[in-house]
């Protein structure tokens, strides 16, 4: 999904930027209005807040402690007291799905960092240096796309071993290439600009060029990548604790405690029903944000 | 014919990376590879065995040795044997290609009928609720976990209603769910690509031409539009092809499935080296030469594309 969204946002990527240079002051006006208008953003964007906040405040709102067992409260059904059930050692699944989004949200973000940092560094890197660095770095991209959806991030985590940190690593990783395309491909259609070449003129060097007039110019396009790259880092780093790679129980990892409940499904529906229902509305709220977000950067699209 | 050449001669020095990339897995563990994958075993493990370990995997010679040998011995077909169970890799594989291809082509064959079916539904009705409807149902398809939409269905249709067998067997009986949970994220990605260049090949001249001709409407979509929608498709499906493969590691999970995902799983699980990088290895190559036949397939339907 990020990958096909990449190519389209590298076409976007110059008239985008066009338009970032001549009114760098209301492009964010525009694309505020824009989402403002836009119904599914101000849906996802809720859902996000929503969840933010629960995450933040976890601590203090959860009825239970998520890591207390309680054999007698063993696989109770939803009622007043447990809203989502309890699960097989009696622990409160609302607590626990809640400090899930603590964990989820963590591991998304901090993915993204780690490969947008280093994607964009390099992308702006082989845009801007071209020749034999471009070459070097853009090769080496390929032959990390040679390796298709979660398979990079499954050699990372053979090398790595398991576990939640080295997910977000590998998951990190393995989304490098897509902000490496896009930034490049920016970074090739600003670099001969006037504002770069009369930086340029004034002695501005190479890494102050880079940092203070190509990123700035680069970035919008590459934030709508990152917004949906996080809700692609929350659905593989679950699916990867889903499967023993990532997050260990006890951890109130959606997808460790989905392991977990899948031995019970024919007795206790909740127990995986309320932590899928988690990762679906998180990622589905990212999504929705991040659509719209795609949506009013392209000039194409503006009303 | 120029263009298949360049096209396959390109495909070389990816295929040489790819190896080179899972080669070096081995060499990227952190400390000692051998001690690490004897980790969790249970039993202390002698440093004699891990000599021999050490030995068999060849790491005992120089680096580019070792690499020319990876790859000779990658190119007759042998990688390695098991730590587990000392099965030689290459049968380890071929005994579990056959379910994750039936799994991958099943999910392939739905997310194409889905996903065609709901662009087209949401490109001709634009704008109604159809449309609205079909980009919901694509938005909850790659929002949605495949491993939770799996458990689901189970919990629905094995053992609620009875319909299916709750753990995948043979048989295109045990076929039908996991199918339908691994390839409805793909189903959803092709209906947006579906619908979008639909839409923009809607607005072409020849469209206006052909309804100006009188054609009917269906005629106009299916003779004309659709046949040049469907190049930008064609690359989404290589891509998505390859999505499902490495999918399928979870899905044959959930479903307890036989297959290579399972076996890519169960060797990560328990550090055996060489059944991981040789799983690796193998997928990898198969979705080089999936992108490459698709490449050639588009060379072939659309007469402009040609390699500069």
């Known amino acids: 999904m990020v990958g096909s969204a990449s190519v389209q946002l590298a076409d976007q990527a110059d008239s985008v930027s066009k338009k970032a240079i001549s009114k760098h002051q209301t492009q964010m006006g525009i694309i505020w209005r824009q989402l403002r208008r836009n119904r599914a953003a101000m849906i996802g964007a809720t859902i996000l807040l929503i969840e933010i906040l629960l995450a933040v405040a976890a601590p203090v709102i959860v009825p239970f402690d998520p890591y207390q067992q309680n054999p007698r409260a063993a696989l109770q059904a939803p009622s007043v007291e447990h809203w989502f059930g309890t699960d097989d050692t009696g622990r409160d699944l609302f607590s626990r799905v809640i400090y899930g989004a603590r964990i989820s949200l963590r591991v998304g973000l901090i993915s993204v960092m780690i490969g947008g940092c280093i994607g964009i560094t390099l992308g702006i890197l082989a845009g801007y240096r071209g020749g034999f660095v471009d070459n070097l770095i853009m090769r080496t991209m390929d032959l990390l796309l040679a390796f298709p959806g979660i398979l990079l991030a499954l050699a990372i985590i053979a090398v790595l071993g398991p576990g939640l940190f080295n997910v977000m690593i590998a998951v990190g990783v393995a989304s490098i290439p897509v902000y490496t395309r896009v930034a490049r491909g920016s970074t090739l259609a600003l670099k001969d600009r006037e504002f770069v070449l009369s930086a340029r003129s004034i002695g501005a060097g190479d890494a102050r060029i880079a940092m203070r007039h190509i990123l700035p110019n680069v970035l919008p396009p590459l934030i709508v990548l990152a917004t949906l790259g996080i809700a692609g880092a929350i659905l593989t780093a679950a699916g990867l604790s889903f499967i023993g790679l990532g997050a260990v129980p006890p951890t109130p990892e959606w997808g460790a405690i989905l392991t977990l409940g899948r031995k019970y499904i024919y007795q206790a529906w909740w127990y995986t029903t309320f932590p899928g229902l988690a990762i679906m509305i998180t990622v589905l709220g990212i999504n929705m944000l991040g659509d719209a977000l795609q949506d009013a950067l392209d000039p194409r699209l503006r009303r | 014919m120029r263009y298949a050449l360049t096209r396959l001669v390109l495909a070389v020095p990816i295929m040489f990376g790819v190896s080179l990339f899972t080669f070096l897995m081995l060499h990227f563990v952190p400390g000692d590879p051998v001690a690490a994958m004897f980790i969790g075993q249970g039993a202390a493990v002698s440093e004699e065995q891990m000599d021999k370990v050490r030995d068999e995997l060849g790491l005992n010679d120089p680096l580019p040795v070792q690499y020319?040998?990876?790859?000779?011995?990658?190119?007759?077909?042998?990688?390695?044997?098991?730590?587990?169970?000392?099965?030689?890799?290459?049968?380890?594989?071929?005994?579990?290609?056959?379910?994750?291809?039936?799994?991958?082509?099943?999910?392939?064959?739905?997310?194409?009928?889905?996903?065609?079916?709901?662009?087209?539904?949401?490109?001709?009705?634009?704008?109604?609720?159809?449309?609205?409807?079909?980009?919901?149902?694509?938005?909850?398809?790659?929002?949605?976990?495949?491993?939770?939409?799996?458990?689901?269905?189970?919990?629905?249709?094995s053992i609620q209603l009875g319909w299916f067998p709750i753990i995948g067997g043979s048989g295109w009986r045990g076929l039908i769910l996991p199918a339908f949970a691994l390839g409805f994220a793909a189903s959803a990605i092709i209906a947006r690509m579906v619908r979008a260049s639909l839409l923009d090949v809607l607005r072409d001249n020849y469209i206006v031409t052909a309804r100006a001709k009188g054609l009917t409407e269906r005629r106009v979509i299916f003779r004309h539009a659709l046949r040049n929608a469907a190049i930008p498709v064609l690359t989404i499906v290589g891509l998505q092809f390859g999505g499902l493969l490495a999918g399928a590691v979870i899905i044959e999970s959930v479903f307890t499935r036989q297959g290579l995902g399972r076996m890519l799983v169960t060797a990560l699980q328990s550090r055996d080296f060489p059944v991981a990088q040789g799983g690796v290895l193998f997928v990898a190559i198969v979705y080089v030469f999936v992108n490459l036949i698709v490449d050639l397939f588009y060379g072939v339907i659309d007469p402009r594309i040609s390699v500069d």
């Open chain 2, 68 to 157: 020319l040998n990876f790859l000779k011995n990658a190119v007759r077909g042998d990688l390695g044997n098991s730590i587990r169970t000392n099965e030689p890799v290459s049968e380890m594989i071929m005994r579990n290609l056959p379910a994750t291809m039936q799994l991958t082509l099943a999910s392939m064959a739905f997310a194409l009928v889905l996903g065609i079916s709901l662009g087209m539904l949401a490109a001709i009705k634009r704008g109604t609720v159809f449309d609205t409807a079909a980009m919901f149902i694509a938005l909850l398809g790659v929002s949605m976990p495949s491993f939770w939409l799996g458990l689901l269905l189970i919990s629905v249709f």
